[in-house]
């Protein structure tokens, strides 16, 4: 069995635990900036379209009605 009254065991297990919480920390804190960022990316792109859509309507002689 394992004795969890032995300080190093637990000095060694609470390391273990704040390291892999950092570490946690660290990734969902990446992915959420990696997210802001493709949802930028995403709004600029879809606003760049939006603006050469209605640049060419703009640009486009009127018919001509026969």
């Not at 920390?25 to 760049?48: D, G, P, Q």
């Amino acid at each position: 069995m394992v004795d969890f009254q032995d300080p190093n065991l637990i000095a060694i297990i609470i390391i273990d635990i704040l390291g892999i919480s950092i570490f946690i920390w660290f990734l969902a804190s990446r992915l959420s900036m990696k997210f802001k960022v493709i949802e930028e990316r995403k709004s600029k792109k879809k606003k760049n379209n939006v603006n050469i859509e209605n640049s060419n309507q703009s640009q486009d002689p009127p018919k001509s009605q026969n």
